[in-house]
């Protein structure tokens, strides 16, 4: 399709390396035609229903949008997110697969497969706002970022980064509900729940910290990023 070549190699500047790593694609501006298309493999609506791919009418959830793959830990697509190539007021900007039995938007941490070895090595991990955030992070060369899926953060996210990281860095916009840090005892919380602020406590040992706007450690984690995402394009990279 022209519109979503467009939309992504040139106003999202993808290149052919980071579509396939991130199992980049396109979903039809049509009604039904991943529906007619899986029935014909022999998939039923309950089937389709369950994966999450169908609307309440049936027809196709995902239409007229970039799709990039939810992947588990193990490369295994589990759902998608999709964002609209043609702006619609009508429309959400982003849609995610709904909860199923494969997604959990609880658990499920956005470029996790593809980040894993980067925050092993690093011994670090940083968590930014948006999948597409990651999708270019990981092109500008700065790979050991992730994004949950959607949803708030939770303590499974968390503990899910500690088995890999010492470190995790929060890179959110100031009025993200999220991580935050008490530096002078180092203990990481989340908002609004404070027997969740204890359970993470535990869990991070006071390795979370939110990095807000202005902060000097900025130059560790998003700067670092902005910094990529400025050479890779003095580079030319499409």
Same mark, same amino acid.
């Given at each position: ?72 830990? %193990? ?61 270019? %992070? ?101």
């Amino acid at each position: 399709n022209p519109a979503a070549l467009e939309y992504a190699v040139k106003k999202r500047r993808l290149n052919r390396q980071t579509i396939g790593d991130f199992v980049i694609g396109y979903a039809p501006d049509q009604g039904d035609a991943l529906t007619k298309a899986l029935e014909k493999r022999g998939f039923s609506r309950r089937e389709l229903a369950d994966a999450g791919l169908v609307n309440r009418f049936g027809g196709d959830l995902f239409r007229g949008r970039m799709m990039v793959a939810l992947s588990d830990s %193990s490369g295994e697509v589990v759902g998608f997110t999709g964002r609209i190539i043609r702006d619609d007021p009508r429309a959400p900007k982003y849609l995610n697969t709904p909860q199923t039995l494969l997604f959990d938007k609880s658990r499920h941490i956005f470029g996790l497969y593809q980040a894993k070895e980067a925050i092993r090595k690093s011994d670090a991990a940083v968590i930014v706002e948006g999948n597409l955030d990651v999708v270019s %992070s990981h092109q500008a060369g700065v790979k050991n970022v992730v994004a949950t899926a959607g949803t708030a953060m939770t303590l499974q996210h968390l503990k899910a980064l500690s088995r890999l990281a010492g470190r995790i860095r929060v890179a959110f916009d100031g009025d993200r509900a999220g991580v935050s840090t008490d530096q002078g005892r180092g203990r990481g919380h989340l908002h609004g729940c404070r027997e969740m602020e204890r359970q993470a406590e535990n869990t991070l040992d006071g390795s979370a910290e939110k990095i807000a706007p202005g902060d000097p450690r900025r130059g560790s984690s998003w700067k670092e990023i902005q910094r990529a995402y400025r050479g890779r394009a003095e580079e030319g990279v499409r």
